[in-house]
């Protein structure tokens, strides 16, 4: 129904949002930014 996987479609099921790329556009995101050494930066550390 959320589409987190793109592998199992059941005939049954209605895919109302497709999870999968904006978790896969979240992740890409967070490691750019680890490897770039933009997170975490001053603000986000104690």
């Known amino acids: ?6 592998e199992f ?3 049954f099921l ?3 949002l497709n ?5 896969m556009g979240a992740f890409k995101s967070y490691i ?4 770039s050494g933009d997170f975490p930066n001053e603000k986000e550390q104690y």
Not at 1 to 6: A, E, F, K, N
Not at 19 to 23: I, K, L, N, R
Not at 32 to 35: E, G, L, T
């Open 14 to 16: 209605r895919r109302y």
């Open 32 to 35: 750019d930014d680890v490897k």
């Open 19 to 23: 999870m999968y790329e904006e978790m």
């Open 1 to 6: 129904m959320l589409g987190i996987t793109q």
């Open 9 to 11: 479609s059941p005939r």
